[in-house]
C-alpha cells in the first residue's frame, strides 16, 4: 500500500514531442504528489506538484494530470527540449514529511 | 545562498573502514534526511530528524548511524562499510510540512571496495 509505481523506465522522444511519464499508487490517505527532476551529477529539484483537489495543474511547458478514482498522476512535458533530458521521479506522502518515490524515469530528447 | 552542502563529493573506501558523511545546511530547516540513490530502485530514505535530537528510521537504516547535535549539521555514519553500501548518497532539508519541498545536496558517491 505505501509503493508509488512509475513507468516508463526510460524514454527516448524526439524534440518537439511529449513525453509522459505514469504514476499509480494504492494508498488513498495520499494527499501530496511532487514530481522531482535530476540532471546527472545533481541532487533532485522540485519541478512541480500537486493535491487531490485538483486534476489538473500547469507550470510552464510541465503538467500534472491527476485522476483521483484511478489513483494515478503522470507527468506531461510540452514542446520537449533536448535540455529537459533528465531523470524524473514522481513521489506522494500522506503528510508532506514523508514522502514515497517511484523509482524514476531516465528521459532522453533527441534534437 | 540557499545550500545544502555534503562531503565528501567522492569517496573510495575499503571494508570495514568507519566513515562519515557531512551534511550541512544553511536554510534553518528543522527537517534533514538521508538517502541512497541506486540504479532501478530510485530514492530510499536511510534516516531523517525532524530536530536536534530527534532522528528515526527511515526505509533502509541497516548499517547506518546518524546524529542531529546541532540543527544545521545531519552526519551520516558508517561504522562498518561494506560493498553493499555503495550508492550515491543524499542528504535533504525541508522547512515544514506546509511546503513539502524538499531541498537535496549535490550528493556523494561512496565505493566501498
Known amino acids: 500500500q505505501q509503493q508509488v509505481k512509475q513507468s516508463p523506465q526510460s524514454l527516448i522522444v524526439q524534440k518537439g514531442g511529449i513525453p509522459i511519464i505514469n504514476c499509480a499508487y494504492e494508498?488513498?490517505?495520499?494527499?501530496?504528489f511532487p514530481w522531482y527532476q535530476q540532471f546527472p551529477g545533481k541532487g533532485p529539484a522540485l519541478l512541480i506538484a500537486?493535491?487531490?483537489d485538483v486534476s489538473e495543474k500547469k507550470e510552464g511547458r510541465f503538467t500534472i494530470s491527476f485522476n483521483k478514482s484511478a489513483k494515478q498522476f503522470s507527468l506531461h512535458i510540452m514542446d520537449s527540449q533536448p535540455g529537459d533530458s533528465a531523470t524524473y521521479f514522481c513521489a506522494a506522502s500522506r503528510r508532506n514529511y514523508q514522502l514515497i518515490w517511484g523509482a524514476g524515469t531516465k528521459l532522453i530528447i533527441k534534437p | 545562498e540557499a545550500q545544502v552542502t555534503q562531503n565528501p563529493r567522492y569517496l573510495i573506501t575499503v571494508t570495514g573502514k568507519k566513515l562519515t558523511v557531512t551534511c550541512s545546511q544553511n536554510?534553518?530547516?528543522?527537517?534533514m534526511s538521508w538517502y541512497r540513490q541506486d540504479p532501478g530502485l530510485g530514492l530510499r530514505q536511510i534516516y531523517y530528524?525532524?530536530?536536534?535530537?530527534?532522528?528515526d528510521k527511515g526505509d533502509v537504516p541497516e548499517g547506518y548511524k546518524v546524529s542531529r547535535k546541532e540543527k544545521r549539521n545531519f552526519p551520516l555514519i558508517l561504522e562498518s562499510p561494506s560493498p553493499n553500501q555503495t550508492s550515491l548518497y543524499f542528504c535533504?532539508?525541508?522547512?515544514?510540512?506546509?511546503?513539502?519541498?524538499?531541498?537535496f545536496g549535490e550528493g556523494s558517491r561512496l565505493t566501498v571496495l
Open positions: 494508498n488513498t490517505a495520499f494527499d501530496y
Open positions: 536554510m534553518n530547516h528543522e527537517y
Open positions: 535533504a532539508t525541508q522547512a515544514g510540512t506546509n511546503t513539502g519541498e524538499l531541498f
Open positions: 530528524s525532524m530536530n536536534v535530537e530527534v532522528t
Open positions: 500537486i493535491r487531490p
